[in-house]
């Protein structure tokens, strides 16, 4: 055979896929003494590329006969002695490694064999009761590597390039030992490499963007392992693989992300994974070096002082804590040196961890339960056993702290304290009186983001807030539709409704009395800041400002009355010299309860009607007049562009040049609406906006609630 050949594959065959998490290296390696031998169903001919040997390291400890091998130019033997290296090389560890495979991956990996019916993610199947992908077969039987589903935004063909389905055809030979899932893999890959040649120069926005070359290192360095002992793992398949491999890493580590974000990290998590798991490359010592360097000098930079990340999304938080844990995971089991990342990275992931136990609903301690995350921004909430996986690894990460172990057993010793926790840095606090099933929690959003743009992950929502009281969630985030697709104006319109300022519970300022254009009466600056923090005992208080408008500010103070009755309070002033019509926001519950949502047009507010004695009344008041109007609100969780519709309102007021609008909202948990009577009032000199006080009402019981801002 001759070396010099460019490397030639024409394996026919299927295809298979699948995406999932993994954490344990349980991966059972065959004894490869010899020459592996030929099994049915061998592969078709191949040749392998000299290049090889060009990016070998051959003075690697263990590949002395390699070495050897090649001085003799022997080639075909040294590739035969390499691969019977990588198939018995126990000393390198991956800590993503697992065999486990759940029915609906298994099945994913089986459609995939009919018509290349590739995994992409749950939100881009074409029948998503029975789980089955879209297929890519083009009429002639080959893979249409452009295809994407009819309105699919540009999340599909980004996701479709990083091959999330690849390790799981690794996990489905790791239970069945089906050659098909080899050939498959060899077919497809060799089919993408082929047709996806990587560019001369920059990054393109799909095929050979930064976060597609680091998923697909990533889901390489499972899938290598997973086959490797496979007798269609030929020494030829060895070469073409190594060969793209370090094409891919020595890409990623020439073009670093510009962004200051979960992508970067993910391109500096996948260089030491690509550097630590193939250190026989001549490269690997410089990926390696890049991808720590680079987290090293984003530590700071990636995530906030109050331990949020810069995305201000939960969901994109939990991926780079994620991140970092098999980050630190890989250097343990691989016994490099403590010195490779900064000690202040410890501190930075703890913080971090603590966030995402603050903004856990307790809801999360009730089995079975699936909403138990607030969804702000582009996030999406997170079920009970989501949430507890990551627990387990954040109490593994930091065995000794308390909390996290209690997070992590459902409940089992000392919960965290109830205290009002303040992310100041970000925008987030969280008012709560306990972390039961029962408890009361509140979470407010008031952002501190310049990046207002369409594809910002951070939607304009200053002022905002999710309600828990008892086990639901009564003022849920709209949600996110769908992400970007500049020349679709359906898929822009429906991701520009949910990001809207009004599409949440918070003021807007408009120029009618009507619900105006989408987007026309956003906010322009998320600068959120927090004025004044205070509790005791029987109540808590956050107020929070926002100068969304260049000249209208929007106020918030939150009481949260825990004692003698529960109750919260909301005073909602927006000051300056603008002119037009102020409107307060508030949607109510999820898609499933629409009728259990009753608006009150006469009151001004809203009450529920839910069976299980557990419901909302909401009444407010002004110092003016003010009009209910219902709003269609809409609620989604999902990027696939489909949403529910759900009841709102806004409360409207005329804006005067110089004058305040000041609302009072009272949202009061009752085990039926009837028969309650709730009344409030200012009670300050109205002059003097930092010394603010409300005289509240419920069933002839009066509360005095003030507050005084410090200068």
Request: glycine content about 4%; aromatic content about 12%; proline content about 4%.
């Amino acid at each position: 055979m001759n070396c010099k050949n460019r490397f030639r594959i024409n394996i026919w065959l299927f295809l298979i896929i699948t995406f999932a998490g993994c954490t344990d290296n349980d991966i059972p390696q065959k004894e490869n003494n010899d020459i592996p031998p030929k099994e049915e169903p061998t592969p078709p001919k191949e040749d392998a590329e000299e290049s090889l040997f060009d990016i070998l390291n051959l003075d690697y400890s263990g590949l002395e006969e390699v070495k050897a091998l090649y001085k003799a130019g022997d080639n075909d033997a040294a590739m035969q002695k390499l691969l019977v290296y990588y198939q018995n090389r126990t000393e390198i560890l991956n800590p993503n490694l697992s065999a486990t495979l759940n029915e609906t991956e298994q099945g994913y990996a089986d459609y995939a064999i009919n018509e290349y019916r590739f995994y992409v993610n749950d939100n881009y199947l074409e029948d998503k009761t029975r789980k089955i992908p879209y297929s890519l077969q083009n009429n002639d039987k080959t893979i249409n590597w452009e295809f994407a589903p009819k309105g699919a935004d540009n999340e599909y063909q980004k996701q479709l390039h990083r091959h999330n389905w690849m390790p799981l055809q690794g996990k489905a030979y790791q239970n069945s030992h089906d050659e098909k899932y080899v050939l498959s893999w060899k077919e497809v890959y060799t089919d993408w490499i082929t047709r996806n040649p990587k560019p001369d120069g920059k990054p393109d926005k799909f095929k050979w963007y930064q976060l597609q070359v680091s998923t697909r290192i990533m889901g390489q360095t499972e899938s290598f392992e997973y086959f490797k002992s496979s007798p269609n793992f030929t020494s030829e398949w060895l070469s073409f693989f190594l060969i793209h491999f370090a094409e891919h890493a020595d890409y990623l580590s020439l073009y670093k992300y510009a962004g200051e974000n979960n992508i970067l990290l993910s391109q500096a998590v996948a260089l030491v994974f690509a550097g630590t798991l193939f250190p026989e490359l001549k490269n690997a010592p410089q990926w390696q070096k890049t991808g720590c360097d680079i987290i090293n000098e984003q530590t700071t930079k990636l995530f906030l002082k109050d331990g949020m990340t810069n995305d201000l999304s939960l969901h994109y938080h939990i991926g780079i804590v994620d991140g970092l844990y098999d980050l630190k995971r890989l250097i343990q089991l691989n016994k490099l040196p403590d010195n490779l990342l900064s000690p202040e990275l410890d501190n930075v992931l703890l913080k971090a961890t603590k966030v995402v136990m603050h903004f856990t609903y307790p809801s999360y301690f009730t089995k079975g339960s699936k909403n138990c995350s607030p969804a702000f921004n582009d996030s999406w909430i997170k079920t009970r056993s989501v949430l507890n996986k990551n627990f387990v690894k954040y109490a593994e990460m930091y065995p000794d702290d308390s909390e996290l172990n209690y997070m992590k057993t459902y409940g089992k010793g000392t919960p965290p304290d109830s205290k009002i926790k303040t992310f100041e840095y970000s925008g987030f606090y969280v008012l709560r009186n306990g972390w039961t099933p029962q408890s009361t929690m509140l979470v407010h959003s008031n952002n501190i983001s310049s990046k207002l743009e369409d594809s910002s992950h951070n939607q304009l929502d200053n002022g905002t807030f999710e309600l828990y009281h008892n086990g639901r969630n009564f003022f849920p985030d709209s949600g996110v539709c769908s992400y970007m697709k500049e020349n679709d104006t359906e898929v822009m319109e429906l991701r520009r409704w949910f990001r809207q300022t009004k599409a949440h519970n918070t003021m807007v300022l408009g120029q009618s009395e009507e619900h105006e254009a989408t987007g026309s009466e956003n906010i322009n600056k998320a600068q959120g800041k927090l004025v004044l923090s205070e509790e005791n005992d029987n109540q808590q208080l956050i107020v929070t400002e926002n100068q969304g408008y260049g000249n209208f500010k929007h106020r918030r103070a939150i009481f949260y009355v825990k004692r003698p009755v529960e109750f919260f309070a909301f005073i909602d002033e927006g000051f300056g010299t603008a002119t037009g019509y102020s409107k307060l926001y508030f949607h109510l519950c999820d898609e499933t309860s629409t009728n259990n949502v009753n608006l009150d047009i006469q009151e001004v507010g809203a009450h529920t009607i839910f069976g299980d004695n557990n419901n909302l009344l909401i009444r407010s008041f002004g110092n003016q007049n003010m009009t209910l109007k219902p709003f269609d609100g809409r609620i989604s969780y999902q990027t696939d562009r489909k949403y529910s519709v759900r009841k709102a309102y806004s409360l409207i007021m005329e804006k005067k040049k110089n004058a305040p609008v000041r609302y009072i909202t009272i949202l009061y948990p009752v085990t039926t609406a009837s028969n309650h009577k709730i009344n409030a009032t200012f009670t300050d000199n109205p002059s003097n906006s930092d010394n603010v006080s409300i005289e509240v009402t419920i069933d002839n019981e009066t509360y005095n609630l003030d507050y005084q801002l410090k200068n």
